[in-house]
């Protein structure tokens, strides 16, 4: 790979606008949304998103330090999953879902290398509801430009490896926005040894 460019494909309006919007709809009723906090200099916040962490038995996941309770699946993410897995041929056994309740919620810098995700295996990420930005920036600071991604209703990214490697991704605030967004990041968590 090219370390000067992450390894995205990027298919636009994946889904239509109207089943984009009954996925959000639904979603926001059905899934279990917590607020997670995190401790920053020893003290506590809320993040700025509420969360959920689907997957099969024994797919665990720490994730900002955080160990994740597993919920099932439910019948649209794991319809919502079939369809991930034939456009990215291959199957996915863990799904994040982040909801950002208008443009105040954001996301951080960071990379998807956990020890327990699978390094060989893409991400794909399905964006729902309001468009918003997702940067990328790389680890080794300065030695390539920065990439900008406007995120649709009813777009589809990959990420394929080795761009966890190379590149840090975030979600800054858009306060102009407000209403929701919902991302699903689909992965692939590697069984306990
Ligand atoms: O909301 C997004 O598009 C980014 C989500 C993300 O970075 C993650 O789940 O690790």
Redesign the pocket.
Known sequence: MNPAMPRLRHRRGWVSAAEADGWLAQLQQEVPWKQEHITVYGRRHAMP?LTCWMADPGCGYR?SGLENSIEPWTPLTASIRRRVAAAAARDFNSL?L?L?RDGRDA?GW?A?DEAELDPEAP?A?L?LGAT?T?RFRPRQRDTAPSVAVE?ANGDL?LMDPPTQQHWQ???PRRLKVDTP?L?L?FRVVRPPA
């Open positions: 998103r994730y994040l982040n950002y996301m960071h998807d991400i990420s964006s918003r997702l995120l990214l991704h975030g979600l967004r991302n990041t």
